[in-house]
């Protein structure tokens, strides 16, 4: 009799390898964004502890100091835990009652083919981590349920892991909780206090790291994500001067004023809005961001939902749904794993700006729960998977190439990546130290050139790992005041600061043009400013300083 279930273990194994050549294309040709050139940056100086994360993000990109300038090498370690972390899905879907090979697939492709999967499989930020290992401790989780309590003791390390990742882990613990719950028997164990005590125990590193470093990422952290508060008082790294804000009459407005921003490029000021416009769109963007996730799987999951709708509505046989849970514990795991994080955020967004990251790792449970309950068409969903794979990789061409060029200077793909190759390569022929404004200008530069002596000034843009660290910041001020030559600075500012004991000398304005690459022009009294540059990606200036 021939094996019916043959094909769709055919389809797997085909979905694994065009996922993963998906993500292996785009970590190869993929600029790196700025936030992952930061991470990036981290790796050059790893520790248990930063400023803005917990530690596992810089140690994913430690093989970057390999192969420098390398984005296939800097994303190794991402790659690899994405490729983990299909095999582990798998195993954690079948610990939840999936039976199957059909539903199988089902849960695979809603889990790791929505764009936020995909995304997420290649492009390295702390959300790495934390997915995997919120895979890794569902799965323990699962087994410490059905068969297996001292299977805790794995969960607790997983969980443990997964907050040295990113500190959203901490959710699983309320996960844990309610699917204990589900059972109140199961809390006379002692095996969920003892995993307790080992997700401690996998923390110390980390906790002993933020004992000696003033508890600086718990407090920025707390005030990102509740207080939507950047500045966080800190020991700087750099004993440098803050930078002074420059006044509308000062000299540094009058030399920059030599330079004319085209008028379809000034920002106009909006009208601010009331508390309740501001709850709404907050809300508002949370939701469709969400939902965004999703990308093209939306269409048959809204599909599936109306399916559902009607059959239940008629006589129609459903045996095909829904599979039965294990048990009453498990069932309560996967709706918690998805409703916690979504819940959570919902509950901020209105008076907090959620980044779409922040709850993803709902889809895991939520994957499961749809997997189970709806009677999803296999090939309207491995049409629309196809779909978000071949958007994610349009998206790395974009990044290389730009398909749209109507207003770049409003593309955030292109702002995040796009020219600094090219700055980096002017930068490193200056004659005098530079220093940047901004951790992402910083990161991105010193990734294409990671030889070049480069330094966050502090006072001018937000705190960072860059300012906060000593041995990020190797000039000191006697040493930078004795360079008869003075510095560079480069801003996103139109007109640079002032600063201590210095005065600006000159001004270069540095724009990245789409066909044109950099277009360098320095101020120059005698010349009449001409803009040469139709339609540019970003706008710095160049000021250069000597000591007084």
């Known amino acids: 009799m021939e094996d019916r279930s043959r094909p769709y273990f ?50 994913l990109a430690a093989p970057l100091q390999l192969w420098p300038s390398n984005p296939l090498a800097a994303r190794a370690g991402t790659l690899f835990l994405s490729l983990l972390g299909l095999p582990l899905l798998a195993l954690l879907f079948r610990e939840l009652g999936i039976k199957g090979p059909r539903m199988l697939l089902i849960a695979l492709v809603l889990a790791s083919a929505n764009l936020g999967g995909i995304l997420l499989g290649y492009v390295t930020t702390p959300d790495i981590p934390l997915l995997f290992c919120w895979i890794a401790a569902l799965h323990e989780a699962a087994v410490a349920l059905k068969r297996d309590p001292r299977r805790w003791l794995s969960a607790g390390f ?22 204990l719950l589900a059972e109140p028997r199961r809390l006379r164990e002692k095996w969920p206090y003892l995993g307790g005590l080992v997700c401690l125990l996998t923390l110390l590193p980390h906790l002993y790291w933020l004992s000696q470093n003033d508890w600086i990422t718990l407090r920025f952290q707390f005030g990102r994500g509740l207080k939507s508060e950047y500045g966080v008082h800190m020991q700087l790294g750099t004993d440098l001067p803050r930078a002074i804000a420059p006044k509308l009459e000062g000299p540094e407005a009058a030399m920059a004023s030599y330079f004319v921003i085209p008028d379809k490029e000034i920002k106009k000021p909006k009208p601010k809005p009331t508390r309740l416009q501001r709850y709404w769109k907050n809300t508002h963007s949370y939701i469709s961001g969400q939902i965004g996730l999703w990308g093209f799987l939306t269409v048959p999951l809204i599909y599936a939902a109306w399916i559902l709708r009607k059959r239940r509505g008629s006589s129609v046989d459903l045996d095909e749904i829904p599979t039965p849970w294990p048990n009453p514990s498990v069932r309560m795991l996967s709706w918690a794993a998805a409703l916690v994080p979504l819940l959570l955020f919902a509950v901020l967004s209105p008076v907090q700006m959620v980044e779409v990251n922040w ?53 955030r793909f292109l702002r995040e990546t ?25 990161s ?24 906060r660290r000593p041995a990020m910041n190797p000039l000191n001020w006697d040493a930078l005041k004795s360079n008869s030559g003075g510095f560079f600075l480069l801003t996103d500012n139109f007109i640079p600061p002032a600063m201590p004991s210095a005065r600006l000398d000159g001004i270069s304005e540095v724009l990245d043009c789409l066909g044109s690459g950099l277009i360098i022009t320095p101020y120059d009294k005698d010349r009449p ?15 250069h300083y000597t000591f007084l």
């Not at 998977?385 to 200077?409: F, Y």
């Open 10 to 59: 055919r389809w797997i194994l085909a979905f694994f390898i065009s996922l993963t050549l998906a993500r292996l294309i785009s970590a190869s040709l993929m600029p790196p964004l700025q936030d992952e050139a930061y991470y990036f940056r981290w790796a050059s100086f790893l520790d248990f502890g930063y400023f803005d994360h917990p530690p596992l993000v810089a140690w």
């Open 158 to 179: 997983a969980t443990g892991l997964g907050i040295m990742g990113k500190y959203t882990m901490l959710l699983m613990g309320p996960v844990f909780l309610l699917a």
């Open 359 to 411: 709850p993803a790792m709902y889809l895991i449970g939520a994957a499961a729960l749809f997997a189970k309950s709806l009677p999803i068409s296999l090939a309207g969903l491995m049409l629309a998977a196809a779909a978000n794979i071949v958007l994610s990789l349009l998206l790395t061409l974009h990044m290389n190439e730009p398909l749209s060029t109507k207003k770049p200077t409003d593309d």
């Open 418 to 442: 796009y020219g600094y190759k090219e700055l980096s390569a002017y930068l490193a022929t200056l004659p005098e130290p530079l220093f940047t404004d901004t951790y992402q200008n910083l």
């Open 444 to 467: 991105q530069i010193q990734f294409y050139q990671p030889q070049l002596l480069l330094q966050q000034w502090p006072g001018i843009a937000r705190s960072s790992e860059l300012i």
């Open 529 to 543: 400013y001409e803009r040469r540059c139709e339609k540019r990606v970003h706008r710095w200036s160049l000021a």
